[in-house]
Structures are given as structure tokens and as C-alpha cells.
């Protein structure tokens, strides 16, 4: 049976490395079809995706003792190869194993993320401005074949044909005679068209099979063949609920796609809900923010059984910003600690908001998970959501321009994060609190990339899987097991290796929550 792991992928920005959690001892080695020929072998703890990509590159020769894979360096710095651009736009191979892949892990694990982060010899200044690059691992019979593709996005065929950005990424503002002259009169501006299609946030399988990649403009919604890993075409929804833009992370099982569209005119968000075989999504309600000026950028939103959970962070989106000619330092969007932070909760059935409450200010892209604390009696009394939570800075998101992570110097410039854990109660109260869920210093004090056993969406559960920290570092390089119950971490290092977001699979026939 053919096994997609892909249903909920979030991976997106991915430190962009293919590595596979708790393996390790597995070695691999790159027999290239197609276009590049020979036989390499790496190591999968060190194999960024830049490896997996270009079987050309030098760093995946055997390693000098002064040169560990991944990284080179000259006298003060190291330059992690994690941090450049693909050198070509596909690449398929079998990848050499050594250990063993569990013969159970049968199936193809797609993710999608940030690869190519110039043009010409223009070079892109933030992580999140790469363009997409949709990776493929095969697993069957205990082998591993890989492969990867650039997403033909328009931005992407129209920056490869001009030699220059056209459309406005995450930081990079094409110039004004770029945009303009490629995709019309101002009225493009306001309509959004020259907001890229860059789709490069992750990658969800629907309930009817199509596999589509997403970025945070409703527009950027790319259908992909996971096998040819080829672009399709755009995925586009039937309906007329307008708006711009819409959360990177759906949650998407089999039986639907959830997602929020932030209203950026009067300040709030569309809860919709788009059922398998169609592209219409139906609204189930709507949240109207509190605090002002804007809806506060929902990178992601968790759900429980029974609601779906709307954050308003004060890290809020800005028309404005979404418009200027030049980058603003925090991009699209505004901090307005003034404006404070809430949590709603809505019924998933009828559109109703069951909680709204202040909560104290916060910072975070994504959510773990969230679940419904009950008491004795089994009534439902509060909701419990999880997420990577940056100790309300927005610091993060400077630190992750690429010339700061390409410059390690051995100093500690990786910004605390923690779990943060709201708990909104349902009776009434107007507050809520948040809590680190376990002390912050079990992982390094690093915190995000997360994911869970795909079985416990929604439900209450026990364990996380993230990337943490090993200090000093900038950018959070461990593979981490959290287990809320004990609230202890473990975590995997290995300098030079850049972990990426890990994703469970459980084991067939598993009754533990962390079999797999
Ligand atoms: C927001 C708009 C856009 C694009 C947004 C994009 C591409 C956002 C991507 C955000 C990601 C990948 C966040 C990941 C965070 C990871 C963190 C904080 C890791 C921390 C580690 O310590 C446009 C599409 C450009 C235009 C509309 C607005
Ligand atoms: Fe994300």
C-alpha cells in the first residue's frame, strides 16, 4: 500500500535538511539518474537539502578532519551550505542506506520549503523569501529514493524570464518599474496581483488525493503531482470569499481543509471549512478582533475536537507594509503590544464563539497542537493550545535574514523560545493564561519546527517533536523529543547537521502515542 505521509506537512521553511528522526545511524549515498551520474555517499545526519539536491556539490565529499559536512569555514566563520540556493531545479536518485529503515516505513514523504534564494547574481536577503522547492523521499523495502523540483509559480517562471523579482515576496519588494510594468496598472497594487505565488510554506495531501502547495496568498495555492513532483497548475477555489490571504497551515485531514482568512478592511477573521472533491470553501464563522488595528498574522491555528482555536497576536498584518515600496523592518507586519494579545474559540459546527479572552502578549508561527481539558464529570472546561512561543519578541524573524544565519561566529545569538501553553477556560472568565510547558532550559531554550503524532490532533497528548537548541547557536540545530507529562526534553546534536522539522509516523499496529 502505497503510504503518503503528507497529509498535514507544515515543514515549510524547513532548516533544509532531509533528515529523519531517530535514525541515527543511517548513512546514505546519492546514485543519480537523469541528468548527473556517479555514486556518493553521506551521511543523512549531515545531509542538508543543498546535499540532496546537488549529488555536485563538494560538501558531500567524505570530510576532511578540519571539515565536517555541511559547513566550511575560513578563520573566524562557518558557512553552513544549508543556507544557499539549490544549484539546479531537479534532481532525482536513489540514496545509498546505511543501518536500517524500519521496513514498516513504506511511502512517499513530501515537504516543500524555501530553495533558491537568488536570481541572476541577485541574492535575496530573508529565508522566507526563497523560492519553493518541492523534495520527495521514497521509502519501500527498507531503500530510499529521493528527488526534487522547483514549484513553477508565476514569480518564479516570471523572475527566471526577466532576470529579476516581479512580484513582492516575504521581504523583497520588486522596483516599482518591475512589477508594474509586468503585471500592469497601479490597480494591480490593491488587488493583489503583485503579491507573489511563491509557494513556499508546505504542502498538504487533500482527502481526495490532490496535493497542493500553499504560501500565505490565497493565490499561491499550486497543485503538484507527488510522483513527477511537476506543477499542475493553480488550485483554484470556486467560491467568492475574496481576501488576499489565508493561513500558511490548513489543518487538513481526510474528511477536510480548515483554514482562516484574515479580513484585513474591518479587522477579523473568516473561520471555512472546504470539503474533499470541491475547491469551495463554506464559512462557518467569523471572529471580529479586539484589538485593533489589523488581524494579527495567523502563520498557523490549532484545533480541537470539537473548535477551532482563532489567536490574535499583537504581531499584527499591515496593509501598508503589504504596499511599500521598501522593506519595513518587520516586513508585512506591525507589533502593537498596545493593541494586546486574545484567544477565541469557536464551535466547529456552529460557527458560534463559545470563549474570547485577553491573554498575555505573545509571539508565535506555529501551533503544536490544542486539546479540551475536561473535569470529572467529563464536561468541557477549558481548551488547552500549544505552540512554539518566542518570548513575545519578534526578534526571531530578524535573526532569520540569511546573512545572519550564515554568519555564525560562535556567539549565542539564537533568541529564547519556549512551549507556550494557553489555557482559555470556557466559563465565562475574560482571561487566559500562558505557561511555558515545560522549563525552556530542557531544550536549549530553542523552539520550533514542531509536529506530533498526527493520531492526536485535537486530542490530548503527550508528546512533541521540535527542534531545539545546543548553545551557542543561531538557529535551532537539535532534534528534540518533548514529553509533557514528565516535562523533560531529549535531545539530538551533532555539529554541523541542520535538523529540520521532524514528522512522526507511527508504527502500524502502534498503541503507544510515540510508536514510531
Ligand atoms: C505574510 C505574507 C507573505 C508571505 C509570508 C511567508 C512566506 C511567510 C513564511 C513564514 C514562515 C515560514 C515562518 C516560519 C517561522 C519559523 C520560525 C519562527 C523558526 C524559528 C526558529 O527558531 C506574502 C505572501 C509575501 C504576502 C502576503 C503576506
Ligand atoms: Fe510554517
Not at 516505513?105 to 533558491?116: F, S
Not at 464536561?379 to 545572519?404: G, K, M, W, Y
Amino acid at each position: 500500500m502505497a503510504f503518503t505521509f503528507s497529509p498535514s506537512i507544515r515543514n515549510s521553511i524547513s532548516w533544509p535538511t532531509m533528515l529523519v528522526p531517530d535514525m541515527p545511524d543511517i548513512n546514505i549515498s546519492l546514485r543519480n539518474k537523469g541528468i548527473y551520474k556517479g555514486k556518493r555517499n553521506i551521511n543523512l545526519r549531515d545531509l542538508t537539502k543543498a546535499n540532496v539536491a546537488s549529488p555536485s556539490l563538494p560538501l558531500i565529499a567524505p570530510p576532511t578532519p578540519e571539515e565536517r559536512p555541511g559547513i566550511t569555514h575560513d578563520c573566524h566563520h562557518h558557512h553552513h551550505v544549508a543556507w544557499t540556493s539549490i544549484p539546479q531545479e531537479r534532481w532525482e536518485g536513489e540514496l545509498q542506506v546505511q543501518g536500517q529503515i524500519p521496513l514498516w516505513l513504506e511511502g512517499t514523504y513530501l515537504r516543500n520549503g524555501p530553495g533558491m534564494w537568488h536570481i541572476g547574481d541577485y541574492n535575496f536577503r530573508h529565508l522566507f523569501d526563497g523560492y519553493a522547492t518541492l523534495v520527495r523521499l521514497g521509502f519501500r523495502n527498507g531503500r530510499l529514493v529521493a528527488g526534487h523540483r522547483q514549484i513553477e509559480s508565476e514569480a518564479y517562471r516570471a523572475a527566471k524570464k526577466n532576470k529579476k523579482i516581479c512580484y513582492r515576496e516575504f521581504s523583497e519588494v520588486p522596483k516599482a518599474a518591475n512589477f508594474l510594468a509586468y503585471v500592469g496598472e497601479l490597480a494591480s497594487l490593491f488587488s493583489g496581483a503583485s503579491l507573489t505565488d511563491n509557494a513556499n510554506t508546505g504542502v498538504v495531501k487533500l482527502g481526495d488525493g490532490r496535493v497542493v502547495c500553499l504560501t500565505e496568498t490565497q493565490k499561491g495555492s499550486i497543485v503538484i503531482d507527488p510522483e513527477t513532483l511537476e506543477t499542475v497548475g493553480k488550485f483554484e477555489y470556486s467560491d467568492s470569499l475574496g481576501g488576499l490571504i489565508h493561513s500558511a497551515h490548513p489543518i487538513v485531514t481526510d474528511e477536510e481543509f480548515l483554514t482562516l482568512l484574515p479580513d484585513l478592511v474591518r479587522a477579523g477573521y473568516l473561520v471555512v471549512r472546504m470539503e474533499p472533491g470541491t475547491n469551495e470553501r463554506r464559512v462557518i464563522g467569523r471572529v471580529n478582533c479586539r484589538g485593533g488595528p489589523a488581524p494579527g498574522w495567523v502563520h498557523s491555528f490549532p484545533v480541537t475536537q470539537h473548535y477551532v482555536v482563532v489567536p490574535e497576536m499583537p504581531l499584527r498584518y499591515c496593509a501598508q507594509n503589504l504596499l511599500k515600496a521598501e522593506p519595513t523592518p518587520l516586513y508585512k507586519f506591525e507589533w502593537h503590544p498596545e493593541s494586546r494579545a486574545f484567544m477565541h474559540v469557536m464551535c466547529k459546527t456552529s460557527g458560534k464563539i463559545v470563549a474570547s479572552v485577553e491573554v498575555p502578549l505573545f509571539v508565535t508561527f506555529h501551533f503544536i497542537n490544542a486539546y479540551e481539558e475536561q473535569d470529572e464529570d467529563g464536561r468541557v472546561t477549558a481548551i488547552i493550545a500549544d505552540c512554539c512561543e518566542h518570548n513575545s519578541d519578534t526578534t526571531i524573524l530578524d535573526r532569520l535574514r540569511l546573512q545572519n544565519l550564515r554568519s555564525f561566529n560562535g556567539e549565542d545569538v539564537l533568541p529564547d523560545a519556549r512551549v507556550g501553553r494557553f489555557r482559555i477556560p470556557l466559563d465565562g472568565s475574560p482571561y487566559g493564561t500562558l505557561d511555558a510547558a515545560l522549563e525552556p532550559n530542557e531544550h536549549g531554550r530553542g523552539m520550533d519546527m514542531c509536529s506530533i503524532n498526527p493520531n492526536y490532533l485535537g486530542k490530548k497528548y503527550r508528546y512533541a517533536y521540535a527542534c531545539g537548541a545546543q548553545r551557542p547557536c543561531n538557529f535551532p540545530n537539535t532534534l528534540t523529543k518533548l514529553d509533557f507529562e514528565l516535562k523533560k526534553a531529549k535531545n539530538w546534536h551533532e555539529e554541523g547537521a541542520v535538523p529540520s522539522e521532524p514528522f512522526f509516523v507511527a508504527r502500524p499496529g502502534a498503541t503507544e502515542e510515540d510508536d514510531g
